[in-house]
């Protein structure tokens, strides 16, 4: 840049300190796609923590239950096909999923990916535990009310997730395509 430019096209000292921290941010979201284990483990340690910090300050139970309700809707997007069959005006619209043995392998496809839901989940579970600092969060409520209703909530919603699953017929659990072994090499050579 010249001198004669004007200061104001220069980018911010602020703008600078945000871009190189989205910038690490996204280096560390990178080195960890591949992970899929330590990263559950990780999301479940911040889960363990904010259960922690919430027995240990005996409040913040509305925060706890719209958590709650919020990761139980990450999980049914997790388990939900990404072209729900239900939604289909004609059945062979769209991808479907194979219904007999010998039909072509189709990977099932999820509304909400594995990554998504690992980072919307470690996302709510800080801003959960951040809000447990703030006084303004701690509505005054009667907490088994509230653990009956996600009790509630969640049968209800799970049962008819179950009766989806079952009615069109997948599983939302693909381990790929079945691999099929051939004869065992024995070493021998065989003349003929």
């Known amino acids: 840049m010249s001198d004669t430019e004007p200061i104001a096209s220069q980018p911010s000292v602020l703008y600078k300190a945000y871009r190189r921290i989205s910038e690490l941010h996204q280096n560390a979201l990178d080195k960890a796609t591949p992970h899929s284990g330590p990263r559950w483990v990780t999301c479940c ?46 059945p062979d619209d769209g991808p479907s999923l194979p219904t007999k043995a010998n039909e072509e392998f189709k990977p099932f496809m999820r509304r909400l990916p594995e990554f998504k839901f690992w980072y919307s989940a470690s996302k709510a579970i800080v801003i959960a535990t951040i809000c447990t600092f703030f006084e303004v969060f701690n509505v ?53």
């Open 45 to 90: 340690i911040l889960l363990v923590l904010y259960f922690v910090r919430v027995y240990w300050a005996q409040g913040w139970y509305i925060v706890t239950y719209a958590l709650g309700i919020y990761l139980l809707n990450l999980f049914i997007a997790f388990l939900t096909p990404q072209i729900d069959p239900a939604l289909l005006e004609d």
């Open 140 to 192: 005054p409520v009667f907490w088994p009310i509230l653990v009956m209703y996600f009790i509630i909530l969640f049968t209800i919603t799970m049962k008819r997730q179950i009766r989806h699953m079952i009615k069109y017929r997948y599983l939302p659990f693909s381990y790929g395509k079945a691999k099929y072994k051939g004869k065992e090499d024995t070493g021998k050579v065989v003349s003929s």
